[in-house]
């Protein structure tokens, strides 16, 4: 079945650090990768997202990696500030007709100043 | 941004007692979506619709279910709360990309 793997579940790192957070995706049908970032008491929100026709795409701090053969993908964050701390999930979607987004477990980052 | 509306924002009931979730777009997207966030677990699919006469089971529906009234318009309903529906309830839409969530309800089944 349609299934994203997350890892770690918490990450903390000192301000100014990278922090990476990684995803695998079961369903080799799936063509759109999308982060989210949801800070505490708020909606998720996007964050970036790659595409399957796409290895890498950056913007600013931001960066994501995709491997479609290995069902991989990577998130990231270069220069942590402490307003990165949140959760973040990344997902994959799948198109069967409309789309379909599984969800990963999420990644609390907390960034310490 | 109110373009994704969910009602109530939080809800107390008891065990037994059925309940409805409001989802409502402005953004003119025919695919909507009802999500469960527990703690660790992430956000994990209930029903999906892709138009207003097309409805699909997620990852975790048992327990629930959902009304496409209108394009616009996605409710969510327990039949028959129980305390381990206590979570965190979001609602969102889709077109070609980015998903948008509405604000979520809280809801807690004692």
């Known amino acids: 079945g349609e299934n994203v793997e997350q890892h770690p579940s918490t990450l903390s790192v000192q301000e100014g650090d990278s922090a990476v957070i990684k995803c695998t995706y079961s369903d080799s049908a799936s063509n759109y990768f999308p982060w989210y970032k949801q800070e505490l008491g708020k909606r998720p929100q996007l964050i970036i997202d790659i595409r399957s026709n796409v290895g890498e795409k950056k913007d600013q701090r931001i960066a994501v990696t995709l491997n479609k053969t290995a069902k991989h993908f990577s998130l990231h964050i270069t220069e942590t500030q402490p307003e990165d701390s949140a959760v973040y999930f990344c997902a994959a979607r799948i198109d069967t007709g409309g789309f379909k987004t599984i969800f990963g477990a999420g990644t609390r980052l907390f960034v310490k100043a | 941004d109110a373009d994704v509306t969910q009602t109530p924002r939080n809800r107390i009931t008891k065990t037994g007692k059925r309940i409805m979730l409001e989802c409502s777009q402005t953004k003119g997207h025919d695919r909507m979506y009802w999500y469960r966030q527990d703690p660790g677990l992430g956000l994990r699919l209930i029903y999906y619709?892709?138009?207003?006469?097309?409805?699909n089971k997620g990852e975790i529906s048992d327990g629930y279910s959902v009304s496409r009234q209108a394009q616009a318009k996605f409710s969510l309903s327990l039949e028959s709360a129980i305390p381990n529906q206590t979570a965190l309830y979001f609602c969102a839409t889709s077109e070609a990309g980015e998903a948008f969530f509405g604000q979520g309800t809280r809801l807690t089944v004692v």
């Open positions: 619709s892709f138009d207003v006469k097309d409805i």
